[in-house]
């Protein structure tokens, strides 16, 4: 039985870190997470994922020690603002499960995010290859309770051969990979998604998140199909993925959401 995620999850979207090319202070770095995460708590929003978002050129792996020091910092100072038992999520970018989870056991998180959690793509880090035999029972050994939200054909990257139909990729996911929730998304950053492609995600038989493209306009639609979004780009101000969240603009897709 899969648990339903929020139904409207926000981004905080950390500046580089330290290690990172373009790394900005520690003071910053919280200081814009949790201004960040108390606009989104105010809006309505009822979950946040935490990303290190800056720190692109993203290791297609293991990320360094640093880095998950750094988030670690970051996602206790989001805590302070939203409380303990508010719904978090860890995002090790560009696929590091296990860093993830190492996050989700020392800080109680609800759930992580894996890009690629099963099969193979072809990304702007390379190949990446998802690793579910070892996700899942690192999950069990440290913190049997965190959830594992699975993207589907994740955005940002190709498939390594023929693309097999959507449906199929989602029921794996669930089925064999053992996800508790799948995520589909657009090519990119802020790409809406099809409602076809929600429809058959859906038929795996676990609830169903948009991870990009929602906004005051879709989420009414989207939610109607979906059992949850993520909205991180739309909620930013003049919509720069990069800028801080924009408290008017996440009241005004939370109320659309019916928040």
Known sequence: MHTRPPKLIGMVHLLPLPGSPRSA?????????????????????????VENFGDAPFVPGQVQPVTVAAMARAIGAVQDVVGTEFP?????????????????????????????????????????????????????????NVQIWADIRVKHSAPLGSERPLAEEAKEAVSRGLADAVIITGAGTGVSVSDTDLTEAA????????????????????????????????TKESGVTTGPVCSSRARAIARAAGL
């Open 203 to 234: 038929s795996a038989g676990a609830p169903v998140l948009v991870g990009s493209g929602a906004n005051e306009k879709s989420i009414a639609r989207i939610l109607q199909i979906a059992d949850g979004a993520i909205v991180g780009t739309a």
């Open 88 to 144: 978090l999520v860890a995002n090790v970018l560009r696929n590091d499960a296990r860093s993830a989870l190492g996050l989700a056991a020392a800080l109680s998180l609800h759930a992580i995010r894996v890009n690629v959690h099963v099969g193979a793509r072809v990304t702007d880090q390379g190949l990446i290859q998802g690793v579910a035999h070892e996700t899942v029972r690192q999950r069990e050994a440290w913190s049997p």
């Open 25 to 49: 202070s520690m003071k910053a770095v919280l200081e814009r997470a949790c201004s960040d995460a108390r606009s989104l708590l105010d809006a309505g929003f009822q979950g946040l994922v």
